[in-house]
Protein backbone atom coordinates (compact mmCIF):
# COMPACT_ATOMS: atom_id res chain seq x y z
CA UNK A 1 0.00 0.00 0.00
CA UNK A 2 1.03 3.41 -1.26
CA UNK A 3 2.51 5.62 2.18
CA UNK A 4 1.99 9.38 2.71
CA UNK A 5 5.58 9.98 2.62
CA UNK A 6 6.33 7.49 -0.58
CA UNK A 7 3.45 9.86 -2.05
CA UNK A 8 4.27 13.49 -3.70
CA UNK A 9 2.81 16.39 -1.52
CA UNK A 10 0.53 18.35 -3.10
CA UNK A 11 2.51 21.38 -3.10
CA UNK A 12 4.22 19.62 -5.38
CA UNK A 13 1.20 18.72 -7.38
CA UNK A 14 0.48 21.46 -10.56
CA UNK A 15 -2.77 20.07 -11.55
CA UNK A 16 -4.26 20.47 -8.23
CA UNK A 17 -2.50 23.56 -7.46
CA UNK A 18 -3.90 25.33 -10.50
CA UNK A 19 -7.49 23.69 -9.08
CA UNK A 20 -6.54 25.03 -5.83
CA UNK A 21 -5.91 28.33 -7.07
CA UNK A 22 -9.16 28.88 -9.24
CA UNK A 23 -11.19 27.91 -6.72
CA UNK A 24 -9.83 30.14 -4.21
CA UNK A 25 -10.91 32.94 -6.38
CA UNK A 26 -13.95 31.67 -7.32
CA UNK A 27 -14.84 31.28 -3.25
CA UNK A 28 -14.05 34.33 -2.33
CA UNK A 29 -16.43 35.88 -5.33
CA UNK A 30 -18.98 33.57 -4.47
CA UNK A 31 -19.11 34.84 -1.05
CA UNK A 32 -19.60 38.32 -2.46
CA UNK A 33 -22.42 37.46 -4.28
CA UNK A 34 -23.73 34.97 -1.74
CA UNK A 35 -24.34 38.25 0.43
CA UNK A 36 -24.71 40.44 -2.33
CA UNK A 37 -27.97 38.45 -3.63
CA UNK A 38 -29.93 38.67 -0.81
CA UNK A 39 -29.24 41.92 0.16
CA UNK A 40 -30.02 42.85 -3.68
CA UNK A 41 -33.54 41.19 -3.14
CA UNK A 42 -34.40 42.27 0.35
CA UNK A 43 -33.36 46.07 0.49
CA UNK A 44 -33.61 46.96 -2.98
CA UNK A 45 -36.31 44.82 -5.05
CA UNK A 46 -38.09 44.48 -1.76
CA UNK A 47 -38.80 40.62 -1.62
CA UNK A 48 -41.23 39.33 0.18
CA UNK A 49 -41.04 36.57 2.81
CA UNK A 50 -42.26 34.01 -0.12
CA UNK A 51 -39.79 35.56 -2.88
CA UNK A 52 -37.08 34.99 -0.59
CA UNK A 53 -37.59 31.84 0.05
CA UNK A 54 -38.30 31.06 -3.46
CA UNK A 55 -35.22 32.59 -4.79
CA UNK A 56 -33.28 30.26 -2.09
CA UNK A 57 -35.31 26.75 -3.67
CA UNK A 58 -33.86 28.01 -7.32
CA UNK A 59 -30.20 28.24 -6.50
CA UNK A 60 -30.62 24.65 -5.29
CA UNK A 61 -33.58 23.15 -7.19
CA UNK A 62 -31.60 21.38 -10.50
CA UNK A 63 -29.84 19.21 -7.62
CA UNK A 64 -33.22 17.52 -7.16
CA UNK A 65 -34.32 17.95 -10.55
CA UNK A 66 -31.59 16.70 -12.54
CA UNK A 67 -28.85 15.71 -9.72
CA UNK A 68 -29.07 12.08 -10.67
CA UNK A 69 -28.76 12.17 -14.31
CA UNK A 70 -25.73 14.69 -13.83
CA UNK A 71 -24.18 12.05 -11.84
CA UNK A 72 -24.19 9.20 -15.12
CA UNK A 73 -23.21 11.90 -17.43
CA UNK A 74 -20.55 13.24 -15.44
CA UNK A 75 -18.98 9.93 -15.22
CA UNK A 76 -19.28 9.58 -18.70
CA UNK A 77 -17.70 12.48 -19.71
CA UNK A 78 -14.52 14.65 -18.59
CA UNK A 79 -14.75 16.18 -15.95
CA UNK A 80 -12.76 18.67 -16.19
CA UNK A 81 -14.62 19.35 -19.60
CA UNK A 82 -17.60 19.71 -17.48
CA UNK A 83 -16.33 22.32 -14.61
CA UNK A 84 -14.81 24.32 -17.71
CA UNK A 85 -18.55 24.66 -19.39
CA UNK A 86 -20.10 25.19 -15.93
CA UNK A 87 -17.66 27.79 -14.61
CA UNK A 88 -18.79 29.98 -17.95
CA UNK A 89 -22.06 29.91 -18.02
CA UNK A 90 -21.83 31.10 -14.35
CA UNK A 91 -19.60 33.89 -15.20
CA UNK A 92 -22.13 34.99 -18.15
CA UNK A 93 -25.40 34.85 -16.54
CA UNK A 94 -23.76 36.83 -13.09
CA UNK A 95 -22.93 39.52 -15.35
CA UNK A 96 -25.84 40.28 -16.89
CA UNK A 97 -27.60 41.25 -13.29
CA UNK A 98 -25.36 44.64 -13.02
CA UNK A 99 -26.10 45.34 -16.49
CA UNK A 100 -29.78 44.24 -15.78
CA UNK A 101 -29.15 47.01 -12.70
CA UNK A 102 -28.28 49.96 -14.55
CA UNK A 103 -30.35 49.87 -17.52
CA UNK A 104 -33.29 49.91 -14.73
CA UNK A 105 -35.01 46.91 -15.95
CA UNK A 106 -33.89 44.30 -13.07
CA UNK A 107 -37.12 42.71 -10.95
CA UNK A 108 -36.91 40.05 -8.07
CA UNK A 109 -38.20 37.39 -11.09
CA UNK A 110 -35.32 37.74 -13.18
CA UNK A 111 -32.91 37.62 -10.22
CA UNK A 112 -34.47 34.12 -9.36
CA UNK A 113 -34.28 32.93 -12.57
CA UNK A 114 -30.63 34.26 -13.09
CA UNK A 115 -30.29 31.91 -9.84
CA UNK A 116 -32.12 28.72 -11.17
CA UNK A 117 -29.56 28.83 -14.31
CA UNK A 118 -26.51 28.56 -11.69
CA UNK A 119 -28.08 26.51 -9.93
CA UNK A 120 -27.81 24.16 -12.80
CA UNK A 121 -24.63 25.11 -13.53
CA UNK A 122 -23.13 24.24 -9.92
CA UNK A 123 -24.96 20.91 -9.96
CA UNK A 124 -22.97 19.63 -12.70
CA UNK A 125 -19.51 21.92 -11.59
CA UNK A 126 -20.05 20.38 -7.59
CA UNK A 127 -20.77 16.60 -9.28
CA UNK A 128 -17.36 17.06 -11.63
CA UNK A 129 -15.40 18.31 -8.85
CA UNK A 130 -15.73 16.10 -6.19
CA UNK A 131 -15.25 13.70 -8.77
CA UNK A 132 -11.98 15.37 -10.41
CA UNK A 133 -10.24 15.71 -7.13
CA UNK A 134 -9.32 11.57 -6.75
CA UNK A 135 -7.96 12.09 -10.74
CA UNK A 136 -5.34 14.70 -9.29
CA UNK A 137 -4.61 13.11 -6.34
CA UNK A 138 -3.21 10.09 -4.80
CA UNK A 139 -6.08 8.33 -2.31
CA UNK A 140 -3.26 8.89 -0.19
CA UNK A 141 -3.72 12.76 0.08
CA UNK A 142 -7.21 12.89 0.12
CA UNK A 143 -7.99 13.99 3.33
CA UNK A 144 -4.77 16.41 2.61
CA UNK A 145 -6.45 17.84 -0.64
CA UNK A 146 -9.92 18.30 0.92
CA UNK A 147 -8.09 20.14 3.72
CA UNK A 148 -6.83 22.28 1.34
CA UNK A 149 -9.43 23.34 -0.23
CA UNK A 150 -12.06 23.63 2.49
CA UNK A 151 -9.44 25.68 4.66
CA UNK A 152 -9.37 28.57 1.41
CA UNK A 153 -13.00 28.03 1.03
CA UNK A 154 -13.29 29.18 4.76
CA UNK A 155 -10.46 31.85 4.66
CA UNK A 156 -12.94 33.14 1.61
CA UNK A 157 -16.07 32.70 3.72
CA UNK A 158 -14.10 35.41 6.65
CA UNK A 159 -12.77 37.83 3.91
CA UNK A 160 -15.93 37.98 1.77
CA UNK A 161 -18.59 38.85 3.64
CA UNK A 162 -16.45 41.42 5.57
CA UNK A 163 -15.40 43.31 2.04
CA UNK A 164 -18.56 42.71 0.75
CA UNK A 165 -20.35 44.35 3.59
CA UNK A 166 -17.80 46.87 3.46
CA UNK A 167 -18.61 47.68 0.02
CA UNK A 168 -21.69 47.64 0.11
CA UNK A 169 -21.56 50.87 2.08
CA UNK A 170 -19.94 52.73 -1.39
CA UNK A 171 -20.97 50.35 -3.77
CA UNK A 172 -24.63 48.91 -5.27
CA UNK A 173 -24.82 45.28 -4.17
CA UNK A 174 -25.53 44.74 -8.16
CA UNK A 175 -21.62 45.24 -8.80
CA UNK A 176 -20.93 42.69 -6.72
CA UNK A 177 -22.54 40.45 -8.08
CA UNK A 178 -21.19 41.38 -11.21
CA UNK A 179 -17.41 40.71 -9.25
CA UNK A 180 -18.49 37.24 -8.83
CA UNK A 181 -18.91 36.59 -12.27
CA UNK A 182 -15.60 37.53 -13.02
CA UNK A 183 -14.14 35.19 -10.15
CA UNK A 184 -15.66 32.33 -12.10
CA UNK A 185 -13.86 33.45 -15.28
CA UNK A 186 -10.69 33.58 -13.07
CA UNK A 187 -11.51 29.93 -12.47
CA UNK A 188 -12.63 28.83 -16.04
CA UNK A 189 -8.93 30.39 -16.89
CA UNK A 190 -7.21 28.61 -13.82
CA UNK A 191 -9.08 25.23 -15.12
CA UNK A 192 -7.74 25.41 -18.46
CA UNK A 193 -4.48 25.11 -17.60
CA UNK A 194 -4.42 21.70 -16.01
CA UNK A 195 -3.53 18.98 -17.83
CA UNK A 196 -4.52 15.70 -16.91
CA UNK A 197 -4.61 11.80 -17.94
CA UNK A 198 -8.52 11.44 -17.44
CA UNK A 199 -10.22 9.80 -20.41
CA UNK A 200 -13.60 9.95 -20.74
CA UNK A 201 -15.73 6.23 -20.85
CA UNK A 202 -15.75 4.46 -23.54
CA UNK A 203 -19.48 4.34 -25.13
CA UNK A 204 -18.85 0.42 -25.42
CA UNK A 205 -19.07 -0.16 -21.57
CA UNK A 206 -22.22 2.90 -21.26
CA UNK A 207 -25.56 1.13 -19.56
CA UNK A 208 -28.66 2.47 -20.14
CA UNK A 209 -28.94 6.03 -18.07
CA UNK A 210 -31.57 4.43 -15.89
CA UNK A 211 -29.21 1.57 -14.87
CA UNK A 212 -26.20 3.55 -14.16
CA UNK A 213 -28.27 5.80 -12.04
CA UNK A 214 -29.17 3.12 -10.39
CA UNK A 215 -26.00 1.50 -9.45
CA UNK A 216 -25.00 5.12 -8.30
CA UNK A 217 -28.02 5.23 -5.67
CA UNK A 218 -27.38 1.55 -4.75
CA UNK A 219 -24.24 2.17 -3.88
CA UNK A 220 -25.09 5.06 -1.03
CA UNK A 221 -27.77 3.26 0.41
CA UNK A 222 -26.31 0.19 0.65
CA UNK A 223 -23.08 0.84 2.74
CA UNK A 224 -24.63 1.21 6.11
CA UNK A 225 -22.57 3.99 7.45
CA UNK A 226 -22.77 6.39 4.10
CA UNK A 227 -26.48 5.90 4.48
CA UNK A 228 -26.78 6.63 7.95
CA UNK A 229 -24.47 9.72 7.25
CA UNK A 230 -26.45 10.51 4.09
CA UNK A 231 -30.08 10.72 6.22
CA UNK A 232 -28.60 12.65 8.99
CA UNK A 233 -27.34 15.45 6.38
CA UNK A 234 -30.73 15.19 4.32
CA UNK A 235 -32.96 15.83 7.57
CA UNK A 236 -30.43 18.79 8.55
CA UNK A 237 -30.55 20.15 5.50
CA UNK A 238 -34.27 20.07 5.16
CA UNK A 239 -34.73 21.48 8.12
CA UNK A 240 -31.24 23.98 8.40
CA UNK A 241 -32.98 26.20 5.20
CA UNK A 242 -35.89 26.10 6.74
CA UNK A 243 -34.73 28.09 9.58
CA UNK A 244 -31.44 29.42 7.70
CA UNK A 245 -33.57 30.82 5.01
CA UNK A 246 -35.17 33.59 6.64
CA UNK A 247 -32.15 34.60 8.69
CA UNK A 248 -30.93 37.51 6.39
CA UNK A 249 -34.52 39.23 6.71
CA UNK A 250 -34.69 38.42 10.84
CA UNK A 251 -31.18 39.92 10.57
CA UNK A 252 -31.21 43.09 7.87
CA UNK A 253 -35.53 43.75 8.69
CA UNK A 254 -37.01 43.09 11.68
CA UNK A 255 -33.62 43.52 13.93
CA UNK A 256 -32.75 46.13 11.76
CA UNK A 257 -28.87 45.43 11.31
CA UNK A 258 -26.85 47.30 9.17
CA UNK A 259 -25.60 45.17 5.80
CA UNK A 260 -21.99 45.83 6.95
CA UNK A 261 -22.54 44.90 10.56
CA UNK A 262 -24.13 41.47 9.05
CA UNK A 263 -21.02 41.14 6.62
CA UNK A 264 -18.87 41.52 9.26
CA UNK A 265 -21.01 39.21 11.69
CA UNK A 266 -20.38 36.42 9.19
CA UNK A 267 -16.87 36.75 8.80
CA UNK A 268 -16.29 36.68 12.23
CA UNK A 269 -18.71 33.51 12.61
CA UNK A 270 -16.73 32.18 9.42
CA UNK A 271 -13.18 32.27 11.44
CA UNK A 272 -14.65 28.90 13.52
CA UNK A 273 -14.68 26.96 9.56
CA UNK A 274 -11.29 27.87 9.12
CA UNK A 275 -10.39 26.44 12.11
CA UNK A 276 -12.79 23.47 12.06
CA UNK A 277 -10.73 22.88 8.17
CA UNK A 278 -7.57 23.59 9.40
CA UNK A 279 -7.74 21.34 12.80
CA UNK A 280 -10.28 18.69 11.00
CA UNK A 281 -7.88 16.10 10.73
CA UNK A 282 -6.44 16.83 14.74
CA UNK A 283 -9.93 16.25 15.78
CA UNK A 284 -10.33 12.97 13.88
CA UNK A 285 -7.33 11.54 15.59
CA UNK A 286 -7.94 13.20 19.02
CA UNK A 287 -11.53 11.84 18.85
CA UNK A 288 -11.76 9.31 16.33
CA UNK A 289 -12.60 9.49 12.72
CA UNK A 290 -16.11 8.23 13.20
CA UNK A 291 -16.98 9.80 16.01
CA UNK A 292 -15.98 13.04 14.57
CA UNK A 293 -18.83 12.88 12.24
CA UNK A 294 -21.52 12.97 15.21
CA UNK A 295 -20.48 15.07 17.40
CA UNK A 296 -19.75 18.07 14.99
CA UNK A 297 -23.43 17.50 13.88
CA UNK A 298 -24.89 17.82 16.90
CA UNK A 299 -22.89 20.74 17.48
CA UNK A 300 -23.83 22.40 14.16
CA UNK A 301 -27.46 22.00 14.97
CA UNK A 302 -26.95 23.54 18.33
CA UNK A 303 -25.40 26.78 16.56
CA UNK A 304 -28.85 26.76 14.33
CA UNK A 305 -30.68 27.12 17.75
CA UNK A 306 -28.78 30.00 19.00
CA UNK A 307 -29.56 31.97 15.60
CA UNK A 308 -33.32 31.04 16.63
CA UNK A 309 -32.23 33.17 19.82
CA UNK A 310 -32.04 36.55 18.39
CA UNK A 311 -35.48 36.85 17.96
CA UNK A 312 -35.68 36.58 21.78
CA UNK A 313 -32.74 38.24 22.94
CA UNK A 314 -32.92 41.28 20.74
CA UNK A 315 -30.24 43.38 22.21
CA UNK A 316 -27.53 40.72 22.27
CA UNK A 317 -28.32 39.95 18.56
CA UNK A 318 -25.36 40.84 16.92
CA UNK A 319 -22.85 38.95 20.08
CA UNK A 320 -25.44 36.02 19.37
CA UNK A 321 -25.27 35.95 15.44
CA UNK A 322 -21.42 35.83 15.68
CA UNK A 323 -21.14 32.86 18.23
CA UNK A 324 -23.75 31.11 16.19
CA UNK A 325 -22.43 31.50 13.14
CA UNK A 326 -18.99 30.43 14.81
CA UNK A 327 -19.88 27.05 16.26
CA UNK A 328 -22.11 25.95 12.93
CA UNK A 329 -18.96 26.96 10.76
CA UNK A 330 -16.79 24.81 12.51
CA UNK A 331 -19.05 22.14 13.09
CA UNK A 332 -19.86 21.88 9.08
CA UNK A 333 -16.19 22.26 8.06
CA UNK A 334 -15.47 19.28 10.74
CA UNK A 335 -18.40 17.53 9.68
CA UNK A 336 -18.14 17.61 5.98
CA UNK A 337 -14.28 16.93 5.73
CA UNK A 338 -14.21 13.75 7.61
CA UNK A 339 -17.86 12.59 5.35
CA UNK A 340 -16.37 13.71 2.43
CA UNK A 341 -12.92 11.68 2.68
CA UNK A 342 -14.72 8.90 3.75
CA UNK A 343 -17.02 8.70 1.01
CA UNK A 344 -14.09 9.18 -1.45
CA UNK A 345 -12.21 6.36 -0.40
CA UNK A 346 -14.09 4.16 -0.36
CA UNK A 347 -16.14 4.57 -3.89
CA UNK A 348 -14.58 2.66 -6.97
CA UNK A 349 -13.15 5.41 -9.40
CA UNK A 350 -16.09 4.49 -12.05
CA UNK A 351 -18.89 5.21 -9.63
CA UNK A 352 -17.63 8.40 -8.32
CA UNK A 353 -19.77 11.01 -10.41
CA UNK A 354 -23.10 8.69 -9.79
CA UNK A 355 -22.25 8.57 -5.71
CA UNK A 356 -21.73 12.20 -5.30
CA UNK A 357 -24.62 12.90 -7.21
CA UNK A 358 -26.86 10.39 -5.61
CA UNK A 359 -25.60 12.07 -2.47
CA UNK A 360 -26.06 15.91 -3.50
CA UNK A 361 -29.72 14.16 -4.97
CA UNK A 362 -30.80 13.58 -1.62
CA UNK A 363 -28.79 15.92 0.82
CA UNK A 364 -29.30 19.23 -1.41
CA UNK A 365 -32.46 18.33 -3.24
CA UNK A 366 -34.01 19.45 0.17
CA UNK A 367 -32.77 22.39 -0.17
CA UNK A 368 -35.03 24.14 -2.50
CA UNK A 369 -38.20 21.98 -0.53
CA UNK A 370 -36.98 23.40 2.83
CA UNK A 371 -36.52 27.04 1.09
CA UNK A 372 -39.86 27.15 -0.51
CA UNK A 373 -42.07 25.90 2.71
CA UNK A 374 -39.50 28.60 4.77
CA UNK A 375 -41.46 31.34 2.46
CA UNK A 376 -44.41 29.72 2.68
CA UNK A 377 -44.62 29.13 6.32
CA UNK A 378 -42.79 32.47 7.57
CA UNK A 379 -45.84 33.78 5.59
CA UNK A 380 -48.49 31.69 7.38
CA UNK A 381 -47.10 31.55 10.67
CA UNK A 382 -44.07 34.02 11.37
CA UNK A 383 -40.73 34.42 11.44
CA UNK A 384 -39.48 33.20 14.21
CA UNK A 385 -41.82 30.21 14.57
CA UNK A 386 -40.33 28.41 11.54
CA UNK A 387 -36.79 29.68 12.33
CA UNK A 388 -37.47 27.83 15.57
CA UNK A 389 -39.22 24.51 13.95
CA UNK A 390 -36.30 24.20 11.66
CA UNK A 391 -33.47 24.39 14.40
CA UNK A 392 -35.29 22.05 16.64
CA UNK A 393 -35.71 19.44 13.54
CA UNK A 394 -31.95 20.16 12.93
CA UNK A 395 -31.16 18.63 16.68
CA UNK A 396 -33.32 15.77 16.24
CA UNK A 397 -31.67 14.81 12.47
CA UNK A 398 -28.36 14.02 14.21
CA UNK A 399 -29.99 10.72 15.80
CA UNK A 400 -29.08 8.78 12.55
CA UNK A 401 -25.42 9.40 13.02
CA UNK A 402 -25.67 9.61 17.15
CA UNK A 403 -27.36 6.10 17.62
CA UNK A 404 -24.81 4.10 15.35
CA UNK A 405 -21.50 2.63 15.00
CA UNK A 406 -19.90 5.98 14.45
CA UNK A 407 -20.19 7.18 18.09
CA UNK A 408 -17.03 6.02 19.17
CA UNK A 409 -15.93 4.34 16.72
CA UNK A 410 -11.90 5.44 16.23
CA UNK A 411 -10.74 4.54 12.37
CA UNK A 412 -13.29 4.78 9.40
CA UNK A 413 -13.37 1.77 6.60
CA UNK A 414 -10.76 2.14 4.00
CA UNK A 415 -13.12 0.12 1.04
CA UNK A 416 -16.35 -0.50 0.48
CA UNK A 417 -18.23 -3.32 2.70
CA UNK A 418 -20.64 -3.99 -0.76
CA UNK A 419 -19.63 -4.95 -3.96
CA UNK A 420 -20.04 -2.01 -6.21
Given amino acids: MTTDAATPGLWRNGPFLRLWTGQTASSVGTQLGGLAIPVLAVSVLQATPFQ ?40 VVLA ?22 VGVASVFFDVAYQSYLPVLVAPTRLAEGNSKLETTGQLARVAGPAISG ?9 ILVGIDA ?24 RQKLVTEIREGLSFVFHEPLLRRIVLTTSTTNLFGSLALT ?13 PVVYG ?28 AIPVSGVVAAIAIIGLALMSVFPGAAVPIFVVSEFLYSFAVLVYNIAQVTFRQRICPPRLLGRMNASIRFVVWGVLPIGGLASGL ?12 IGAVGSVLACAFVVFSPLLGMGRMPQHATTSP
Fill in 264 to 291: IGISIGAVGGLLGAMFSARIARAIGEGT
Fill in 52 to 91: VGLLGAVQTAAFLVIGLPAGAWVDRWLKRRVMLFADLARA
Fill in 182 to 205: LTFLFSFLALTAIRDREVAQPKAD
Fill in 96 to 117: SVPILFFAGVLSIWQLIIIGAI
Fill in 377 to 388: LSTAIGLEPTII
Fill in 166 to 174: ALLAIVRPA
Fill in 246 to 258: MIPILVLRQLDIS
